[in-house]
């Protein structure tokens, strides 16, 4: 008897700790998750445990750098100048072009300085500076509809526009755009991505927790200005947390429901997201809407709402600033927040600071300062010491497989990086490196710590630029 | 403040190549000491002669061809223990020294060296003494336990030695140093298993296709997973990343490839045993697995199943 239970719990304990790729190999499961994928930081919890039970704090800063490219798109044209006194909300940049955004104050105070600055992942920007002065002054005329489920479906987009919103996941693309059907497609679905699978990243984590009504106002609200009946809200299942919040706000509403994921990077990818959900495909080279599907971040659902609720302008955003920081924070900022600023909120480095990454460990992109502004997609700022950051030499490639099990998209990366480092642009995009989502678990798993990714990634620049000249 | 800057990802995987090399001779460890332990002090001194003189051999061919000395990843010591294992425990000292030599230079860095090989270094090693010395390659004896005994020949059990089952599963049995005792390779898979080394799709398909097809033949199906080296080749030989297909529809195909092949030698060809042939052809039938057998993409589903 004794035996059989001291057998029972050993059993009970090894399945609790079975290894993911074990688990992967023997149970097989295909529901809610897709093939491939990676377990980036898996015995450290992804590295979200110092920031995962960290409540959103406000922090205000004396200055902000507010780019006037912080979206796809043109870049916005400032309307403001030097010495111009503005409030919470001013527009400050006005839109150009068709994927343009308008830019809006996100404090009060005056305006320093109407200049190019440096920002994150590309050269200088136009950018507009503005100096605290603590008033907290909105704007005149901020004026909201109450409430998602009343307000006339036809004003729903246009606030978003009017609101400035951006895909704030990372990707950056206009939200009144994506929810603007192209002629002759259909939307059936609508999901919410809080999967949040990137590595360090706990922002829509605690969004989710603590602001649960926010991101279903914001999903009712996309659903009513498209006529959509179903929409899902996809949290991985290593966030029960969140998922029970979000199960208690949504109760009750019309067509939103909740959808558990597995834990795997990268289950918050598009593509892998609408597969796990649906069960759909998008073709290759196509977007969502091909499949009757648009997806949006937690976080940008939860900036809608504030447009159609209250007429508030996308102004601040949730960041989660961690790494070798003393005291790790989820900080709600002003969008334009220097990135020194909140590290100084969080008490500054804990370590020389060796590297400074904006976004997560996966996809995020160095900075080479600290001086760099907040934008509306960023997410999170990750701050490596010296024996994390150090680069690693490539070594030969052993053909172990491992980025082939590990790709998404079911590419062939060790063939592929042959190709790329070749120089054989013709060769690549034959071998569908247009295809490759920049996921980074290629790079990951490789135990020759090969740069698979980063090839990738120029070879697709190349071949985006040959083809922008022809 | 001056800050590294590098495209992501930022973060990667604790398995290198000498984590993964490492945990192959970990693995193989059980396998050594069974054979050290079934055939005495000669079987030891073959192992640590192929090993270290594998070693050495890389280290010089790098160094006189000036390249990258390697031996810290350890792949050639996998490869000159998996010669020495390959080897009957009554090879005379210069064995496990040519074995090697010619793995590492001949097959591994005229090739390009680790990653470059497009078959397996020890089994190519192994088919070359073979065809080069049959009758010192294949003085097999019976098990002395360290019993003081004097080694007697023996021929092995494919050739007409008469075992029990359990027998030949703990590796009491005449055979090469690192092939006779089943349960020591199949702990070094579990191991290779739990650690992520390799996965259970090669070893399983050969094993299970060498079962059925020895079955369907007419031969016992126990016996021929349990003698030769059929279990020593589906775990440690067959699964070489360098030399086994890339997608995991490949790597069955290799797999069932290698077992048919097997069992092909063992029943129809005047040779007692195939498991090293086997493996080689598949080892050179693996580009054209890569080239033609591709994991599915995503988004290239036929158009109405996408949209379904």
């Known amino acids: 008897m004794v035996g059989v239970t001291m057998f029972a719990c050993i059993f009970a304990f090894l399945l609790h700790h079975i290894p993911h790729h074990i688990e992967r190999q023997v149970l097989c499961l295909p529901k809610y998750s897709f093939k491939g994928g990676v377990h980036p930081l898996h015995s450290q919890h992804e590295g979200k445990l110092p920031t995962r039970n960290a409540p959103i704090r406000d922090f205000v800063s004396d200055s902000v750098v507010i780019p006037m490219s912080m979206h796809l798109g043109a870049p916005s044209k400032p309307c403001v100048s030097k010495g111009d006194h503005v409030k919470i909300g001013q527009l400050i940049g006005e839109p150009v072009g068709g994927l343009g955004l308008p830019v809006h104050a996100s404090i009060s105070g005056e305006v320093t300085a109407v200049e190019p600055r440096l920002i994150t992942g590309a050269g200088p920007v136009m950018c507009v500076c503005i100096q605290n002065d603590f008033a907290d002054e909105w704007v005149d005329g901020i004026q909201g509809y109450g409430n998602v489920e009343t307000v006339d479906p036809a004003l729903i987009v246009p606030a978003i526009k009017a609101a400035g919103i951006c895909g704030m996941g990372g990707a950056s693309f206009p939200a009144h755009v994506k929810l603007t059907l192209p002629e002759g497609k259909t939307c059936d679905t609508i999901i919410l991505n809080g999967a949040e699978c990137e590595t360090f990243l706990t922002a829509d984590y605690r969004l989710m927790i603590e602001e649960p009504r926010r991101v279903v106002d914001g999903l009712r609200a996309e659903m009513r200005a498209l006529g959509v009946k179903r929409g899902v809200i996809a949290i991985e299942d290593n966030k029960m947390e969140a998922i029970e919040s979000m199960r208690k706000a949504a109760a009750g509403r019309e067509g939103v429901e909740i959808a558990v994921l597995r834990t795997k990077y990268p289950q918050g990818g598009e593509k892998q997201l609408i597969h796990a959900v649906t069960g759909r495909q998008v073709p290759s080279g196509k977007l969502p809407i091909e499949v009757h599907t648009i997806v949006t971040n937690v976080a940008t659902a939860a900036a809608i709402a504030d447009a159609v609720i209250d007429g508030k302008p996308l102004i601040s955003r949730i960041t989660t600033v961690t790494g070798k920081v003393v005291n790790p924070s989820n900080l709600r900022v002003r969008i334009g927040t220097v990135v020194a600023d909140m590290i100084g909120e969080c008490g500054g480095y804990s370590e020389e600071a060796a590297k400074i990454v904006m976004g997560g460990g996966m996809t995020g992109v160095c900075t080479a300062n600290a001086d760099i502004p907040i934008a509306k997609a960023n997410g999170g700022i990750v701050v490596y010491n010296e024996k994390d950051a150090k680069s690693v030499d490539e070594e030969p490639c052993i053909r172990c497989a491992r980025c082939v099990q590990a790709c998404p998209m079911g590419l062939d990366p060790y063939k592929l990086k042959h190709l790329c480092d070749a120089g054989n642009l013709e060769g690549a995009k034959a071998n569908h490196v247009m295809d490759c989502i920049l996921c980074g678990c290629c790079s990951y798993a490789c135990p020759s710590r090969r740069w698979l990714t980063a090839a990738f990634k120029n070879t697709k620049d190349a071949i985006a630029a040959a083809a922008r000249r022809k | ?308």
Not at chain 2, 133 to 162: H, K, Q
Not at chain 2, 173 to 200: D, H, N, Q, S
Request: proline share 6%.
């Open chain 2, 1 to 308: 403040m001056s800050l590294y800057m590098s495209t992501a990802p930022h973060v990667r995987s604790p398995q290198n190549t000498r984590s993964l090399m490492g945990d192959v001779l970990i693995a193989l460890a059980p396998t050594t000491i069974a054979g050290i332990y079934f055939f005495g002090v000669s079987a030891a001194i073959v192992v640590a002669l192929a090993t270290a003189s594998a070693i050495l051999f890389e280290y010089l061919w790098q160094k006189l061809t000036h390249k990258t000395i390697r031996i810290g990843d350890l792949s050639a010591a996998v490869t000159g223990l998996l010669v020495g294992l390959n080897l009957p425990p009554t090879a005379p000292w210069w064995l496990p020294i040519i074995g090697s030599g010619l793995a590492i230079i001949l097959v591994k860095q005229l090739f390009g060296g680790i990653g470059d090989n497009f078959v397996n270094p020890a089994l190519a090693a192994r088919g070359i003494l073979l065809a080069s010395w049959p009758v010192r390659m294949t003085a097999f004896v019976l098990p002395t336990c360290f019993s003081g005994a004097d080694a007697t020949t023996s021929a092995t059990v494919l050739a007409g030695y008469e075992a029990s089952y359990m027998d030949m599963f703990l590796g009491n049995i005449p055979g090469c140093i690192g092939e006779v005792c089943k349960a020591a390779i199949l702990l070094g898979f579990l191991y290779m298993l739990v650690r992520g080394v390799i996965t259970w799709r090669i070893p399983v398909t050969f094993l299970a296709v060498v079962f059925v097809f020895s079955a369907i033949l007419g031969n016992d199906p126990l016996q021929a997973i349990l003698c030769g080296g059929v279990m020593l080749g589906a775990v440690f030989m067959a699964t070489d990343y360098t030399t086994s297909p890339m997608s995991a529809k490949g790597q069955f195909i290799y797999a069932a490839g290698c077992g048919i092949i097997v069992v092909i030698i063992r029943n129809f060809c005047n040779y007692p045993e195939g498991v090293t042939y086997a493996i080689l052809v598949m080892n050179i039938v693996t580009p054209l697995l890569d080239k033609y057998v591709k994991p599915r993409l995503y988004g290239r589903l036929k158009e109405e199943k996408a949209n379904g």
